[in-house]
């Protein structure tokens, strides 16, 4: 079945360090990819998405490229934020029947001040 | 426009009880979705509901868990009897098409 797989966490890096997170997934026909983000004692929100190969999505400093060739869709930010803080859900929308979402594990990022 | 609500926000009962959470959709969002997170795991479906009926409850994990969309507005999710291993983080989303999905802010059930 399809599936999500995300680089473990926690993630601490210094503000304004560069930031990657790694996101890999497989899956049947053409997905559509998403990374949602969890600020502490909230819920999930929409951070950027691509629909289809080759799509960058981009929000607030953060970007993600749909790749199919090697199946990635790693979230980058050029200089984080102690703001940044949070937890990163990487998912993909298995585009048939439901549209449901897999999601990864989830990577906690933690940046000092 | 008022987001996806959940109540209660926390919820601590003992094995055995019974729990019902709530979801209030986005008005006029059609397709309302559950999901549950584990501890340090994945978020993963449960169900999927359009209007009030319900598309896909795979992912539901057996027949303790109920799930209602009344009227296709607001959902309610039972757990009866609860174990431990149903502890964790339930999410509601919903969505006026297919694509995305807006969630609510989760209901933590500790089962004791």
């Known amino acids: 079945g399809d599936s999500v797989t995300q680089m473990e966490g926690p993630v601490t890096l210094s503000e304004e360090a560069f930031l990657t997170i790694n996101c890999t997934y497989t899956?049947?026909?053409?997905?559509?990819l998403f990374w949602y983000v969890q600020y502490p004692g909230e819920g999930l929100q929409l951070l950027l998405k691509?629909?289809?190969?080759?799509d960058k999505g981009s929000n607030k400093g953060f970007e993600a490229t749909y790749r199919k060739e090697t199946t990635s869709f790693h979230l980058e930010k050029g200089s984080v934020q102690v703001s940044d803080s949070a937890v990163y859900f990487c998912?993909?929308?298995?585009?048939?029947?439901?549209?449901?979402?897999?999601f990864g594990t989830g990577t906690r990022l933690k940046v000092l001040a | 426009e008022a987001g996806v609500t959940q109540f209660p926000s926390h919820s601590v009962i003992e094995k055995g009880q019974t729990v019902t959470l709530r979801c209030d959709p986005i008005?006029?969002?059609?397709?309302l979705y559950w999901y549950r997170r584990v501890m340090g795991k994945e978020i993963k479906f449960l169900l999927h509901?359009?209007?009030?009926?319900?598309?896909?409850e795979s992912g539901m994990p057996n027949n303790r868990f109920l799930a209602e969309r009344t009227g296709g507005t607001y959902s309610t999710l039972k757990v009866q009897p609860a174990e431990l291993e149903d502890s964790g983080v339930y999410f509601c989303?919903?969505?006026?098409?297919?694509?995305?999905?807006?969630f609510g802010p989760g209901t933590r059930l500790t089962v004791t």
């Open positions: 989303a919903s969505s006026p098409r297919v694509l995305e999905q807006y």
């Open positions: 899956a049947t026909g053409y997905p559509s």
């Open positions: 509901f359009v209007k009030e009926s319900k598309q896909d």
């Open positions: 691509a629909t289809k190969a080759d």
């Open positions: 998912a993909l929308s298995d585009q048939k029947g439901t549209y449901k979402y897999i």
């Open positions: 008005s006029g969002h059609d397709n």
